[in-house]
């Protein structure tokens, strides 16, 4: 990789392919790191099968929108290279290559989990070998639970090759009439509203699978016919959703488009391997065609259903219980949320700390009769959200809400489209934002008379206002009353609900706007400091880092003497530990118990990390640029001491700690699991037994009082 001139230094590659990694097989590499959990012996088993259903999942979103994207760029000779200068060709090969590696290993994982689960006494039994009084009882629910909502379809030239939905499973048949010359072809789709495995009656948790128990009964549907030949397969659809510029109307375009979309061009087929190559070919020319991925998989289709068996009650096979704190400080002044903030920002760590603190914040001021007004973006907000009805409350009780709702929230669109509606109805003001950017900010505003005068009290949160996911996610809410960045959010909502560009912000950095510049100017001050002699360093949390322009720069800053750590849950680009590229920064990934998203970013600012004078900032965005350059993100400096330590002395810290549930990425792209030394330490378990941020009120109001975690010395 690595070259020494002719004076003997290094000179760093040049080459795209030995100075990046590619985003897509960076992406395939953090779900090799799901799946690895499902084999995780320190987890509950059920937990460990959890983890196998989520890496299902996300290789089923990855083939609906990545590669969807890439197969689209091939049909439209469109030939853009990646980040480390590969083809659309070549990336769709390694794909292809890598996911199929990740599904043999998924099923394997599923035989090894399976014989575990047995000796549990939670079973998937062949309907084959049931006894006498089960295969009764399936014979009755299949005549009464499932035969009725089947719908068998010919194959013939008057009835043609049907539809098959995204994510589909179905079953492809071929029978043999007697007497008749030619074998008869069937179709049955297996209806998504039926449960795909059915528990059997008795104390033992002794489960079948849909489509085993269809094919056991195929005779109830195709009397007088013995079968032939019959297997599942599975399909994928392009369900991304392009918004084309030309979009007069985002409500309109968007019912119109999710409509569409569940009419996608199919990008990836699984079939059964035991079908026979007639019906496969028949699969594959009605529905693939040469841009489609196909493959042949023995075992279970669609590893993401499995997630229907960890809903089982067996406690002792999942994590015990974890109920999170509500912060101290609001306790203190007995529930009023603004008297709490007025006092001192706080700082909450979910899903440590309750979000039911954002849901009292806004309740509280859906009730208060000084709050004049509410904003408020939504991004994700979940089927059942107590935010829509705190804002629809604000809205009847007279109180002027503005609510920003992103329409483009991939998969999120129809619920989107449904909160608007409600809230417009309400008497919220709903505004949908661009066409061409997604509001990706999490800000909630609310501006209190008091005094005589105006107040803003603001939330800004590093995750979604979704009180599901905000308790399996880690992320940050900042609460404050300083106006000159309640002033800074302001201009942000002006920005998206009427494209007034902002004046001059005063603490916050906006994209589309400065947010990357102002990043590489903080970048560059570190290798200021490394010049000067000073202590320099960089210490960064995100879920994605892939911007080659902040990559390069911290090429740069690793060269210049700044030493630079990077805890990166999902893909990076970046190649660490390189001589004469990047031989000062360290790569990390946390997997484990809950799912890391909150960003941090600190910056040394003359000493080393942790320090007092650090530059701190949270922000609802990665260091992608997507982030940067098509969305609104704001990235916002902690200002106050206490809470500035907090976060930067004990979160993370934490995450730089963690050796039980890391990852630590090498410079060929290889994630090496952490071994844990003399010293194990378990980020999440630590901050679930202790309660240490600004949310515990009195006890940290002297902030020497933070208990703070040490790092070991790198000499």
Same mark, same amino acid.
Request: hydrophobic letters at 40%; a neutral charge.
């Given at each position: 990789?690595?070259?020494?001139?002719?004076?003997?230094?290094?000179?760093?590659?040049?080459?795209?392919?030995?100075?990046?990694?590619?985003?897509?097989?960076?992406?395939?590499?953090?779900?090799?790191?799901?799946?690895?959990?499902?084999?995780?012996?320190?987890?509950?088993?059920?937990?460990?099968?959890?983890?196998?259903?989520?890496?299902?999942?996300?290789?089923?979103?990855?083939?609906?929108?990545?590669?969807?994207?890439?197969?689209?760029?091939?049909?439209?000779?469109?030939?853009?290279?990646?980040?480390?200068?590969?083809?659309?060709?070549?990336?769709?090969?390694?794909?292809?290559?890598?996911?199929?590696?990740?599904?043999?290993?998924?099923?394997?994982?599923?035989?090894?989990?399976?014989?575990?689960?047995?000796?549990?006494?939670?079973?998937?039994?062949?309907?084959?070998?049931?006894?006498?009084?089960?295969?009764?009882?399936?014979?009755?629910?299949?005549?009464?639970?499932?035969?009725?909502?089947?719908?068998?379809?010919?194959? *013939?030239?008057?009835?043609?090759?049907?539809?098959?939905?995204?994510?589909?499973?179905?079953?492809?048949?071929?029978?043999?009439?007697?007497?008749?010359?030619?074998?008869?072809?069937?179709?049955?789709?297996?209806?998504?509203?039926?449960?795909?495995?059915?528990?059997?009656?008795?104390?033992?948790?002794?489960?079948?699978?849909?489509?085993?128990?269809?094919?056991?009964?195929?005779?109830?549907?195709?009397?007088?016919?013995?079968?032939?030949?019959?297997?599942?397969?599975?399909?994928?659809?392009?369900?991304?959703?392009?918004?084309?510029?030309? +979009?007069?109307?985002?409500?309109?375009?968007?019912?119109?488009?999710?409509?569409?979309?569940?009419?996608?061009?199919?990008?990836?087929?699984?079939?059964?391997?035991?079908?026979?190559?007639?019906?496969?070919?028949?699969?594959?020319?009605?529905?693939?065609?040469?841009?489609?991925?196909?493959?042949?998989?023995?075992?279970?289709?669609?590893?993401?259903?499995?997630?229907?068996?960890?809903?089982?009650?067996?406690?002792?096979?999942?994590?015990?219980?974890?109920?999170?704190?509500?912060?101290?400080?609001?306790?203190?002044?007995?529930?009023?949320?603004?008297?709490?903030?007025?006092?001192?920002?706080?700082?909450?760590?979910?899903?440590?700390?309750?979000?039911?603190?954002?849901?009292?914040?806004?309740?509280?001021?859906?009730?208060?009769?000084?709050?004049?007004?509410?904003?408020?973006?939504?991004?994700?907000?979940?089927?059942?959200? +107590?935010?829509?009805?705190?804002?629809?409350?604000?809205?009847?009780?007279?109180?002027?809400?503005?609510?920003?709702?992103?329409?483009?929230?991939?998969?999120?669109?129809?619920?989107?489209?449904?909160?608007?509606?409600?809230?417009?109805?309400?008497?919220?003001?709903?505004?949908?934002?661009?066409?061409?950017?997604?509001?990706?900010?999490?800000?909630?505003?609310?501006?209190?008379?008091?005094?005589?005068?105006?107040?803003?009290?603001?939330?800004?949160?590093?995750?979604?206002?979704?009180?599901?996911?905000?308790?399996?996610?880690?992320?940050?809410?900042?609460?404050?009353?300083?106006?000159?960045?309640?002033?800074?959010?302001?201009?942000?909502?002006?920005?998206?609900?009427?494209?007034?560009?902002?004046?001059?912000?005063?603490?916050?950095?906006?994209?589309?706007?400065?947010?990357?510049?102002?990043?590489?100017?903080?970048?560059?001050?570190?290798?200021?400091?490394?010049?000067?002699?000073?202590?320099?360093?960089?210490?960064?949390?995100?879920?994605?880092?892939?911007?080659? +322009?902040?990559? *390069?720069?911290?090429?740069?800053?690793?060269?210049?003497?700044?030493?630079?750590?990077?805890?990166?849950?999902?893909?990076?680009?970046?190649?660490?530990?390189?001589?004469?590229?990047?031989?000062?920064?360290?790569?990390?990934?946390?997997?484990?118990?809950?799912?890391?998203?909150?960003?941090?970013?600190?910056?040394?600012?003359?000493?080393?990390?942790?320090?007092?004078?650090?530059?701190?900032?949270?922000?609802?965005?990665?260091?992608?640029?997507?982030?940067?350059?098509?969305?609104?993100?704001?990235?916002?400096?902690?200002?106050?001491?206490?809470?500035?330590?907090?976060?930067?002395?004990?979160?993370?810290?934490?995450?730089?700690?963690?050796?039980?549930?890391?990852?630590?990425?090498?410079?060929?792209?290889?994630?090496?699991?952490?071994?844990?030394?003399?010293?194990?330490?378990?980020?999440?378990?630590?901050?679930?037994?202790?309660?240490?941020?600004?949310?515990?009120?009195?006890?940290?109001?002297?902030?020497?009082?933070?208990?703070?975690?040490?790092?070991?010395?790198?000499?």
């Amino acid at each position: 990789m690595t070259v020494k001139n002719e004076s003997g230094a290094m000179t760093p590659p040049e080459d795209p392919s030995q100075r990046y990694f590619n985003r897509e097989l960076s992406w395939l590499a953090f779900n090799s790191r799901v799946l690895a959990e499902a084999s995780n012996k320190a987890y509950p088993l059920l937990e460990r099968l959890r983890f196998l259903s989520i890496s299902g999942s996300n290789l089923d979103e990855f083939f609906m929108v990545r590669v969807a994207g890439l197969i689209g760029q091939q049909t439209r000779k469109i030939e853009e290279l990646s980040i480390d200068g590969q083809s659309v060709g070549d990336q769709l090969n390694a794909i292809r290559k890598a996911s199929n590696d990740i599904m043999d290993l998924q099923q394997k994982t599923w035989e090894g989990l399976k014989r575990e689960l047995a000796r549990e006494g939670i079973k998937l039994l062949p309907p084959a070998t049931l006894g006498k009084r089960a295969k009764d009882w399936l014979s009755e629910h299949f005549e009464n639970q499932i035969l009725p909502v089947l719908t068998p379809q010919a194959l *013939d030239p008057a009835h043609p090759f049907p539809f098959i939905p995204n994510q589909g499973l179905s079953l492809i048949i071929e029978m043999q009439e007697e007497g008749a010359p030619e074998p008869v072809r069937q179709i049955v789709m297996i209806p998504s509203s039926l449960p795909r495995f059915i528990r059997l009656p008795g104390e033992k948790a002794n489960y079948v699978v849909l489509e085993a128990v269809i094919q056991t009964f195929i005779a109830r549907l195709f009397p007088d016919h013995k079968l032939v030949a019959a297997g599942a397969f599975r399909i994928i659809r392009d369900s991304d959703i392009e918004v084309e510029e030309e +979009a007069e109307d985002l409500v309109r375009y968007f019912r119109t488009a999710i409509k569409r979309r569940r009419r996608g061009r199919v990008i990836r087929i699984k079939m059964d391997r035991s079908l026979p190559d007639s019906l496969q070919r028949l699969i594959r020319n009605e529905l693939g065609g040469d841009i489609t991925m196909v493959s042949e998989q023995a075992g279970l289709l669609g590893i993401s259903d499995l997630g229907q068996l960890v809903s089982e009650d067996f406690p002792h096979l999942k994590f015990p219980p974890f109920t999170p704190r509500f912060p101290e400080r609001i306790l203190e002044h007995d529930g009023d949320c603004f008297a709490a903030i007025r006092q001192k920002d706080i700082v909450v760590h979910h899903p440590y700390e309750s979000f039911d603190v954002v849901l009292a914040f806004l309740e509280q001021a859906a009730r208060d009769p000084q709050v004049v007004a509410i904003k408020q973006t939504l991004y994700r907000a979940g089927k059942q959200s +107590a935010v829509i009805r705190a804002l629809c409350e604000a809205a009847e009780a007279g109180k002027s809400v503005t609510a920003i709702v992103e329409l483009k929230a991939r998969f999120d669109e129809e619920q989107n489209l449904h909160w608007a509606s409600q809230l417009e109805n309400a008497g919220v003001q709903v505004v949908y934002g661009f066409v061409d950017m997604k509001t990706h900010a999490k800000i909630s505003m609310v501006v209190r008379r008091e005094d005589g005068g105006l107040r803003t009290y603001c939330h800004f949160g590093t995750g979604n206002y979704h009180p599901i996911t905000a308790k399996i996610y880690t992320d940050m809410s900042f609460f404050t009353a300083d106006p000159e960045i309640g002033r800074d959010a302001s201009q942000i909502f002006h920005y998206v609900t009427g494209y007034i560009e902002p004046e001059k912000l005063s603490h916050l950095s906006m994209s589309p706007f400065s947010m990357r510049s102002d990043l590489i100017k903080l970048i560059a001050a570190e290798i200021e400091a490394a010049r000067l002699g000073k202590p320099a360093a960089i210490w960064c949390k995100v879920n994605s880092l892939v911007d080659k +322009a902040i990559i *390069d720069a911290l090429y740069q800053a690793s060269e210049a003497g700044v030493e630079i750590d990077l805890v990166v849950r999902g893909i990076c680009c970046l190649r660490p530990g390189i001589p004469g590229l990047s031989s000062r920064i360290r790569v990390k990934s946390v997997i484990g118990r809950f799912l890391e998203h909150s960003r941090i970013w600190a910056f040394g600012n003359g000493g080393h990390l942790p320090n007092r004078k650090a530059k701190v900032f949270i922000s609802s965005a990665d260091w992608m640029q997507r982030n940067f350059d098509r969305r609104v993100e704001y990235m916002l400096p902690i200002l106050n001491p206490t809470v500035h330590d907090q976060i930067l002395d004990q979160v993370m810290v934490a995450n730089l700690l963690d050796n039980e549930q890391s990852w630590q990425l090498n410079h060929l792209g290889n994630y090496v699991r952490m071994r844990a030394s003399d010293h194990p330490f378990n980020l999440h378990h630590y901050f679930m037994t202790n309660p240490s941020l600004s949310g515990r009120g009195e006890a940290l109001t002297d902030r020497n009082n933070v208990p703070r975690l040490t790092l070991p010395s790198r000499t």
